[in-house]
């Protein structure tokens, strides 16, 4: 397969279509805490005026992709498709099920593949393990990077400066009592995982389950994502979890690697 390598494009402002980007940013006003909003809501947070966020709105709901009570709008799941037309014509994506699903089979545990895109991290495919109750994340979750065990992992591909830049501009939020709070022991902890090869996390974001995480690089040696195993704490010890886990996680890693 052909590796295709992001290059930098010199692109001039009059090379962008200015609606095009204020329609995603209207998008990405909707949040879990915004489900509904009026087209006054939308101006003030996107920086438009109530008319063009209402036309904004208005184009969304002709396209199916929104749906309105006349008052307030709130996004439909035809939105999906955008980002299903990523997972379709991307290849690494498609690339990576075969092995999260023999990664699963053999592990009876859930795996996910995740990339890092700026400070978060975004979960593009996971295969579910057959068991009472799944952890983990669904495809298109996105996360603050350091709250999660691949985001971690990824983190430490990068230099100490860029690290020490990220943790600086990050406002870190305890999503348990357990999740780690200060910046220099976050820090300390990615170099660790730099230097081990992988990257273990337990009660960060959700108490009682573990993640197991290491990078993948595709032939040219350039980090493309991580592979990684989410889990019930209570399935095992975390030095039992490791040995059967890291070995399993590296050899698809390894195998991966000469097909992406």
């Known amino acids: 397969m052909t590796d295709h390598t992001p290059v930098a494009l010199d692109i001039q402002k009059r090379d962008l279509i200015d609606g095009l980007i204020k329609g995603f940013d209207v998008i990405r006003a909707f949040n879990s805490d915004s489900q509904q909003l009026s087209p006054s809501e939308v101006a003030e947070r996107v920086g438009l005026t109530r008319s063009a966020a209402r036309r904004y709105l208005l184009t969304l709901v002709h396209t199916g992709m929104a749906a309105s009570d006349g008052k307030k709008f709130w996004l439909m799941p035809r939105l999906l498709n955008l980002g ?8 690494v994506p498609r690339a990576v099920v075969p092995f999260l699903q023999r990664l699963t089979h053999q592990l009876q545990e859930s795996t996910n593949f995740s990339i890092l895109d700026g400070t978060e991290i975004v979960y593009l495919t996971r295969v579910t393990a057959a068991q009472l109750v799944n952890a983990g994340f669904e495809p298109g979750t996105r996360l603050a990077a350091y709250t999660s065990t691949p985001g971690r992992v990824l983190l430490g591909t990068r230099s100490d400066e860029e690290i020490q830049a990220y943790l600086a501009d990050a406002t870190l939020i305890a999503h348990t009592h357990m999740a780690v709070m200060d910046k220099q022991a976050l820090f300390d902890e990615i170099l660790m995982m730099r230097r081990q090869g992988y990257g273990v996390t337990e009660n960060q974001f959700e108490m009682g389950i573990r993640g197991i995480a290491i990078p993948v690089k595709n032939r040219n040696g350039r980090v493309i994502g991580a592979l990684s195993v989410t889990s019930n704490i209570a399935s095992c010890s975390r030095e039992d979890a490791i040995s ?17």
């Open 84 to 91: 299903q037309s990523y997972l379709e014509s991307a290849r």
């Open 244 to 260: 059967r886990c890291v070995p399993a996680l590296q050899t698809t890693a390894n195998t991966l690697m000469m097909w992406v």
